[in-house]
């Protein structure tokens, strides 16, 4: 259900009262009670929603060995639309051998995704950490050289398949000198990164090509020293498209975590919600709202990907900081990102107040429904204007 156009509509406190004599109208002329609820056109779905919000996706890290789990699965072929392999593209996984690659885990989890019409994130060409062992003991041009080629294969092999390429991850340092991180890697020279976009871009020229890191969730020493990196790249022609920002969260967000993703985004990138995960606690509802909100207000944030699908799923044991519980059961957390993907309240339980005089969202949609039969009436957007 698309909402009707709103500059054709009555404007103001008219629309508002016609509303509200509609409202009372309707309660009448039904005779059962009917209540507002926000929004119209709300998707029930993670993905469906995010696709209504221009396109955008909403994914999950996914690993190969749970695809078998049935609960597992009809949640992720239920609620998301894009995928990341949470291990199996990584450089261990891939290429174990030199020279020897090695896609049976990262295809399980491929085709089920191209099955399913979902988008893929490809994760991860390049990384410090996850390196086979022969990649380990390499150094100087033997190491610069094997790493190339493991982006020109793996690039090479998943062409066509892969929306976004994360293709160089975490190589920036934490703390304050927003410099880059010591590696093996990195000790093959600082052009190790731009010689891996130009690989990478060469191997699928149509896959969008990310740095990713974390630590980056709000205008800081590392995201600006990522930031710098960016603008360099963009202003001598290295194909760069993206950045994730990982988004490993505790219990606060950073004040200008929106603001951080619009400086990239006018850098002429778009900007990824990559690894997205939030410790369990009294706000991990509102978290979840707020990086989903800032998501949909930068206008080349493609997506949100979250880092598993229930807290049994997660990297971070015993911290619970998926949207699913355990048994599959969504959590607050969950209600709070459905209602920011949709536009309306972020409260787990929406109590939109326009009847009262409260504060009246006119960004929302706001759909009449009849509580008994649940079906909705009509659909309305509101004005102070
Ligand atoms: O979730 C991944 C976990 O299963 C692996 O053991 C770990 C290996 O280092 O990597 C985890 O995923 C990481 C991701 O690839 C990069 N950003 C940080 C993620 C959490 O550690």
Redesign the pocket.
Known sequence: MHPPNRSARPSGRTRLRRFLSILSAAVVAIGVSAAISAPADAASTLGASAAERGGRYFGA?VAAGRLGDSTYVNILNREFNSVTA??EM?WSSTEPQRGSFNYTSANRIVNHALGQGMKIRG??LL?H??QPGWAQGLSGSDLRNAAINHVTQVATYFRGKIDSWDVV??AFADGGSGGRRDSNLQRTGNDWIEAAFRAADAADPGAKLCYND?NTDGINAKSTGIYNMVRDFKARGVPIDCVGF?S?LGGSISGDYQANLQRFADLGVDVQIT?LDVAQGSNQANIYATVTRACLAVSRCNGITV?GIRDSDS?RTGENPLLFDASGNKKAAYTSTLNALNGGSTNPTPTPTPTSGGPIDTNAWYVLVNRTSGKALDVYGLSTA
């Open positions: 890290a949470e291990n990584k994760h991860a990384w950490q996850q991850n975490e974390y990982q490993h690894e880092w990297w």
